[in-house]
Nanobody
């Protein structure tokens, strides 16, 4: 069954905004580590945002810090990525990822191998 479903992608001009959503059907949702990744054309998949409930801290890659915000609605089992001031280099397929590993290593939060569950992705295209 489909466990992570992203939505909200689209085409915008530089400077625009989008909010991505990831509907999660993994239970209990609160016990999963959640992150957003993206894969730009010709590039490897990269982590961009991670939500750390234990530390009540969110982490971002340097390329999106100050422009992207990760959040969640536990009641809806949904993860969000608010993106503002989008740039052409943000053009990518965006994925949400989840892991319930008891041995999850926070130091590897932006490594794809840390996550067992992935959505199908949602495309974001930013034109100049």
């Amino acid at each position: 069954q489909v466990q992570l479903v992203e939505s909200g992608g689209g085409s915008v001009q530089a400077g625009g905004s989008l909010r991505l959503a990831c509907a999660v059907s993994l239970y209990p949702y609160s016990e999963y580590f959640m992150a957003w990744f993206r894969q730009r054309p010709g590039k490897a998949r990269e982590g961009v945002a991670f939500i750390d409930r234990d530390d009540n801290t969110n982490y971002y890659s340097d390329s999106v810090k100050g422009r992207f915000t990760i959040s969640e609605d536990n009641a809806k089992n949904t993860l969000y990525l608010q993106m503002v001031d989008l740039k052409p280099e943000d053009t990518a397929m965006y994925y949400c990822a989840a892991s319930r590993s008891n041995n999850f290593n926070i130091g590897r939060m932006f490594k794809s191998a840390s996550y067992a569950y992935w959505g199908q992705g949602t495309q974001v295209t930013v034109s100049s």
